[in-house]
């Protein structure tokens, strides 16, 4: 004979855990990160009242709507013009932190540097066969280092992004111009491993 479909545990109560201070816990708002926004957050108000303020939105959905189909047929106005009268609408409202939304727009438009790095294997791998094979992707592929099997395309591409990475390509040509007879491909990447 079978089982039945449902076999019930007795539930356990478990002492290892704290109930109330998960709750509180939980209960507790939460850090914020970003310095701006924590500078200017006013524990007195919600977390909406604080955005609005601020000038950032809560929900992007309800501030930029999307218009439904049977609206955009049926309405003759244009999707800039729309958005020109919710931003006045919000300029309308009392706005008073509004250096915040500011300090964010200039940080988020910033220009980033690229923080593409190659791993220390890697870096060899491609030091290694531009000493040996130069400029022949296809000499690259067939050598027996190639552990990957990777085509002549996949080593182009690897060696373009090492070339790319200052950091990495300029230790190698800068330790490939005061190479004596005695030094190789392995004390460059060595150089490359302890900066």
């Known amino acids: 004979?079978?089982?039945?479909?449902?076999?019930?545990?007795?539930?356990?109560?478990?002492?290892?855990?704290?109930?109330?201070?998960?709750?509180?816990k939980l209960k507790k708002t939460p850090t914020i990160?970003?310095?701006?926004?924590?500078?200017?957050?006013?524990?007195?108000?919600?977390l909406k009242q604080n955005m609005i303020d601020m000038g950032l939105a809560m929900d992007p959905n309800q501030?930029?709507?999307?218009p439904?189909?049977?609206?955009?047929?049926?309405?003759?106005?244009?999707l800039s013009e729309a958005i020109a009268a919710m931003n006045s609408d919000a300029l309308s409202k009392k706005e008073e932190?509004?250096?915040?939304?500011?300090?964010?727009?200039?940080?988020?438009?910033?220009?980033?540097?690229?923080?593409?790095?190659?791993?220390?294997?890697?870096?060899?791998?491609?030091?290694?066969?531009m000493e040996q094979h130069g400029e022949d992707y296809k000499a690259m592929a067939r050598d027996p280092k190639n552990y990957y099997q990777e085509t002549p395309k996949q080593i182009r591409r690897k060696i373009n992004i090492f070339k790319s990475i200052p950091e990495q390509y300029g230790l190698y040509l800068s330790s490939k111009k005061s190479k004596d007879s005695t030094m190789d491909a392995r004390y460059c990447a060595v150089v490359i491993l302890v900066t």
């Not at 439904?68 to 106005?77: D, H, T």
Request: proline share 2%; charged share 40%; glycine share 2%.
């Open 97 to 129: 932190k509004l250096f915040v939304r500011d300090k964010l727009e200039a940080e988020a438009n910033a220009p980033q540097e690229r923080m593409v790095r190659l791993s220390e294997p890697e870096a060899r791998f491609c030091i290694h066969m």
């Open 1 to 24: 004979m079978g089982k039945a479909k449902q076999q019930h545990r007795k539930k356990k109560f478990n002492y290892s855990k704290d109930r109330k201070r998960i709750w509180q």
């Open 63 to 66: 501030t930029i709507k999307i």
């Open 33 to 46: 990160t970003c310095d701006e926004i924590r500078s200017a957050y006013d524990k007195k108000k919600s």
């Open 68 to 78: 439904k189909s049977k609206e955009r047929f049926s309405e003759v106005q244009s």
